[in-house]
Nanobody
Framework: QVQLVESGGGLVQAGGSLRLSCAAS????????MGWFRQAPGKEREFVAA????????YAADSVKGRFTISRDNAKNTVYLQMNSLKPEDTAVYYC?????????????????WGQGTQVTVSS
């Protein structure tokens, strides 16, 4: 079992930056691969980025490559999403999720635990 809480969302102008954090409970954070997903109004939830248990491997959706960076600090039980060069189309609720499997990185069915989400709004 793991409980996830996202934070760091807010309102930013296009071209700006924002860093999201996801704090996990428990002592076994390093046993989980972690992912970020987002969902905009009227759209399906989509994969954003994922990171392996040790942080040695990362994956990102084409829509955010070169702009977003996922990282983790296992000592702090926290995963981050650094978002740079934000665009209005990045506006969405962002969710972090934990997976004990670490195989199908971009599939939401891979993840057993989810946070409550944090709103990111990018103005033009």
């Amino acid at each position: 079992q793991v409980q996830l809480v996202e934070s760091g969302g807010g309102l930013v102008q296009a071209g700006g930056s924002l860093r999201l954090s996801c704090a996990a409970s428990g002592r076994t954070f390093s046993s989980y691969a972690m992912g970020w997903f987002r969902q905009a109004p009227g759209k399906e939830r989509e994969f954003v980025a994922a990171i392996s248990r040790s942080g040695g491997n990362t994956y990102a959706a084409d829509s955010v490559k070169g702009r977003f960076t996922i990282s983790r600090d296992n000592a702090k039980n926290t995963v981050y999403l650094q978002m740079n060069s934000l665009k209005p189309e990045d506006t969405a609720v962002y969710y972090c999720a934990a997976s004990p499997y670490g195989s199908s990185w971009s599939s939401e069915w891979e993840y057993d635990y989810w946070g409550q989400g944090t709103q990111v709004t990018v103005s033009s």
